[in-house]
């Protein structure tokens, strides 16, 4: 959009930019600012409250590389996303979690549309509303997304409308998961997570020497078996020297939110999403315990990630366990997600669909 109201005030919206190579889209208002990578599956790269100078997207020690200036040395299916990781968030579709081969195509770690250009229009530019369209089309199966991003001004909720579109003429399953990753500083031990009551699934297998949770265990939520016989209360953020790396699924929940409060600086950040859709949601705990490619212990971080399906295991495991999305022959399946930036001293009670955050 080459002759864009260039305002210094109000809602703020720009497509005129690059990040290391890459098309960037810039969305602020008084409240906040948010950064997506188009040419790279419009990913969200920085998530900023301007009031408090927070940023709240992780960010990956190696940081964004563009392909067109970066040769991976393997082809491995888990190194060629990994090599490119960020860290903030993706969309993964129509395949989330560990490399597998369905429907006679190999999908890689979390393929295929989060590393994808995506074609990106401002489609309203106000001082009260900014709004942009991204669009992209998978190219192993047959799966595109439209999704618009939109901010009013005074409002520090950003608002993500997705719909994934199966242009094939056969069903196929999918697994979709918004792989929203957290991090320091905002990211502590003074940080405790809010999620609606539900049940906990642990992950089933042992992956990594440094899990300390239980495997394959189902229970309420807050308190949850860690291997050693004790307590972990998921209430309650670890420091990175905690030195763990588990996954685990929340499930069974009436209304879909979560909330991650540092109750030092009294600064949150919080997500809402549609469980009908998205009827898990994982959550990757990397507290320092990732040693050897790509961490090598550097990686402080959470995934609180919404996703119709579990476990991480792959389509195919998902397809097996029943947990997989069908998408029908030309089915348009929409989602409306929202990310909020908040700030209070109370206890989280509830995260509204619109994106406001209730506390007590």
Not at 177 to 195: M, N, T
Not at 260 to 283: I, M, Q, R
Not at 301 to 311: A, F, I, M, Y
Request: aromatic fraction near 12%; charge should be negative; proline fraction near 6%.
């Amino acid at each position: 959009m080459h002759y864009a109201d260039e305002r210094t005030h109000g809602c703020r919206i720009s497509d005129s930019w690059t990040y290391r190579g890459l098309k960037t889209v810039v969305m602020e208002n008084s409240s906040i600012r948010v950064m997506i990578l188009a040419d790279k599956g419009a990913d969200v790269y920085s998530f900023v409250h301007k009031p408090t100078d927070t940023e709240f997207m992780w960010r990956s020690p190696w940081g964004v590389r563009d392909p067109r200036k970066f040769v991976p040395s393997t082809g491995d299916p888990q190194g060629m996303w990994l090599d490119y990781y960020e860290g903030g968030w993706q969309t993964a579709l129509p395949h989330g979690g560990y490399p597998d081969q369905v429907y006679g195509a190999d999908f890689g770690l979390h393929a295929e549309l989060n590393n994808l250009p995506w074609d990106a229009t401002i489609v309203e530019d106000s001082v009260e509303r900014v709004a942009v369209n991204f669009k992209t089309k998978g190219v192993r199966m047959p799966v595109a997304v439209n999704m618009t991003m939109s901010l009013d001004e005074g409002s520090s909720t950003l608002k993500l409308s997705k719909t994934a579109i199966n242009e094939g003429e056969e069903s196929v399953d999918i697994v979709w998961l918004e792989h929203i990753a957290i991090g320091p500083p905002f990211l502590s031990d003074q940080c405790r997570l809010y999620v609606p009551d539900c049940k906990v699934l642990t992950h089933p297998e042992a992956f990594v020497e440094t899990q300390k949770l239980v495997l394959g265990w189902e229970g309420e939520w807050p308190m949850v078996p860690s291997a050693d016989g004790g307590e972990i209360d998921f209430r309650k953020m670890p420091a990175k020297d905690d030195r763990s790396l588990d996954m685990a699924y929340m499930t069974g929940m009436d209304e879909g939110w979560y909330a991650v409060h540092n109750k030092e600086s009294n600064v949150g950040f919080a997500v809402s999403f549609p469980t009908d859709v998205f009827k898990y949601l994982w959550y990757w705990r990397n507290l320092g315990g990732g040693w050897g490619y790509p961490w090598y212990g550097r990686c402080y971080n959470v995934g609180l990630e919404p996703c119709t399906s579990w476990d991480n295991r792959g389509l195919k495991h998902s397809m097996d366990n029943g947990s997989a999305r069908p998408l029908a022959a030309g089915e348009n399946l929409t989602v409306d997600i929202t990310a909020s930036a908040f700030v209070g001293d109370g206890d989280v009670t509830g995260v509204s669909s619109d994106g406001e955050v209730s506390q007590s």
